[in-house]
């Protein structure tokens, strides 16, 4: 994300003709989202654009938003949010919809948009829930309040937190070496993983077992599969295809 004069806030440019390229692209293995603008993930949306708005056209652009968001949690292979900087509003809403989360210590998210006259209305009254419990998730929305990296650590909103560095991009740099231990898994494997969570949050557990056999049921036939057992048996590393 790189609009540094609204310090990378969402507007009516998005990312969802990037998306649906990358999600056609089989050797994409990891997404990760991050800026270019220096001690800014994403401001959230772009409320000067919004004033110029009517009410409809306001409803249709928040629409679109929730959209890209969906289109986010919904792209096939793990999606990692890098956040360096503040992440706040819309900005929050799009880390919540990817996989995993980094940030640096001192970076400050918060769903803030009560303090606005708003609510969130990308997705976050539904992921932050689910993400932290309901109680926590209603006081961070309903005060507005904003933590800092190591804050969200301590909940459990970022599975990571480092201390920020002079190129202001430390969130990123862990967030590539997260993504390194995941690019030598199956690929097939840790995608239909991804689907058999994320199905199965939504459902009781006994649905989601059947969502599991499913998601296993597609694995058996690839040769990563083979080629799993094949190295374990040999005592080597594997070498996935993503077939």
Not at 61 to 75: H, K, P, S, T, Y
Not at 139 to 151: A, D, H, P, W, Y
Request: glycine share 10%.
């Amino acid at each position: 994300m790189n609009r540094p004069h609204a310090r990378n806030a969402l507007g009516n440019v998005f990312l969802l003709e990037a998306l649906a390229r990358l999600r056609e692209d089989q050797q994409v293995r990891v997404l990760l989202f991050r800026s270019g603008v220096k001690g800014v993930f994403c401001a959230g949306a772009d409320l000067k654009e919004r004033e110029q708005m009517s009410a409809a056209e306001v409803g249709v652009f928040v629409q679109r938003l929730r959209g890209l968001m969906n289109d986010i949690a919904a792209f096939p292979a793990p999606t990692i949010a890098a956040m360096d900087g503040f992440a706040l509003g819309g900005g929050l809403e799009l880390a919540l919809a990817c996989d995993l989360r980094v940030a640096a210590s001192s970076a400050i998210m918060g769903l803030i948009e009560t303090t606005r006259g708003l609510l969130p209305g990308a997705g976050g009254t539904q992921r932050l829930p689910r993400c932290l419990g309901v109680a926590l998730a209603k006081e961070l929305i309903f005060t507005g309040r904003r933590l800092s990296g190591v804050q969200a650590h301590a909940l459990g909103l970022v599975n990571h937190t480092v201390d920020q560095n002079e190129q202001g991009n430390a969130a990123y740099l862990r967030a590539r070496t997260l993504a390194q231990e995941i690019l030598p898994q199956a690929p097939i494997a840790v995608r239909l993983g991804k689907v058999a969570i994320d199905r199965g949050m939504e459902v009781d557990i006994a649905s989601g077992m059947a969502i599991e056999g499913m998601c296993y049921a597609q694995n058996i036939p690839t040769q990563d599969r083979l080629e799993g057992m094949a190295a374990f048996r040999e005592k080597r590393p594997p070498k996935f295809v993503g077939k």
